[in-house]
């Protein structure tokens, strides 16, 4: 066990009210001794909470939570955007933008993934892109399509399926203003999204260039099918400091 997965478990008790707020932690020994690591893993393993705001440590006075219990504010559904006028992401703050595609794998579905609405041990084609700012990685997406979707391909097209274009492909793009959706016939009813702070994965820290368990932005987008299905998931990665926009229309 590293520090990151004793964060994630000392997180998800306090999410559930287990710890509750101002309440004190085990002190850094105590916490090492019960999960058979060094202090200085126990000590990471605090300090990655103290970054998320989770937990303040002060020498002398110990641990102290200063989250409570979890609380979800739910924004709604949305249709997917309007391709035409929507703009998939752009620099901020000036630069010049680019992305890569780093992977593309056709895999089994782990348990993990039944929360998305995939079943576990199902084949799933995992495709990741990495967007960059003047050559410096700043986002990690990872898209997931069951197989059979991923299979697809639009009227005409000849070579792989866009969604199976290995990693050194050009890029295959829909008409201008016309949504990938539409393009490659998917059943595309809604988009359900998810953001929340949080330790980032190895896979995502090691792409953006930063040390594993640093805090960032996961934003997990799952798209279902007018029958309640998953067409496909989304799930970006990337720092705080960066921002996430949505605009809400009707």
């Given at each position: 066990m590293n520090a990151n997965d004793i964060a994630s478990e000392i997180r998800k008790g306090i999410a559930a009210g287990e710890y509750a707020y101002g309440s004190r932690l085990p002190s850094v020994r105590d916490l090492a001794e019960r999960h058979g690591v060094s202090q200085q893993t126990a000590a990471a393993a605090y300090a990655v909470l103290a970054a998320l705001g989770m937990v303040s440590t002060e020498r002398g006075s110990g641990t102290t939570v200063t989250a409570g219990r979890s609380a979800s504010a739910h924004l709604g559904s949305f249709s997917p955007p309007n391709l035409a006028v929507a703009s998939a992401w752009t620099p901020s703050a000036g630069g010049e933008g680019s992305e890569k595609t780093t992977l593309v794998e056709q895999t089994s579905a782990p348990a993990s993934m039944e929360s998305w609405g995939i079943q576990e041990g199902s084949q799933v084609v995992e495709r990741t892109r990495i967007r960059s700012v003047d050559g410096t990685p700043c986002q990690h997406k990872l898209t997931v399509l069951p197989y059979e979707i991923a299979a697809r391909a639009p009227e005409g097209h000849e070579g792989a399926p866009p969604m199976l274009a290995p990693v050194g492909?050009?890029?295959?793009?829909?008409?201008?203003?016309?949504?990938?959706?539409?393009?490659?016939?998917?059943?595309?009813?809604h988009t359900v999204a998810r953001i929340t702070a949080e330790p980032m994965t190895s896979a995502a820290a090691a792409a953006l260039g930063m040390p594993e368990g640093t805090p960032g932005f996961r934003i997990v987008n799952v798209t279902k099918n007018s029958d309640g299905g998953t067409v496909y998931v989304t799930v970006t990665t990337t720092p705080l400091h960066h921002e996430i926009t949505l605009d809400i229309i009707g």
């Open positions: 492909s050009a890029p295959v793009r829909p008409p201008e203003g016309v949504r990938v959706a539409d393009w490659l016939g998917w059943d595309v009813d």
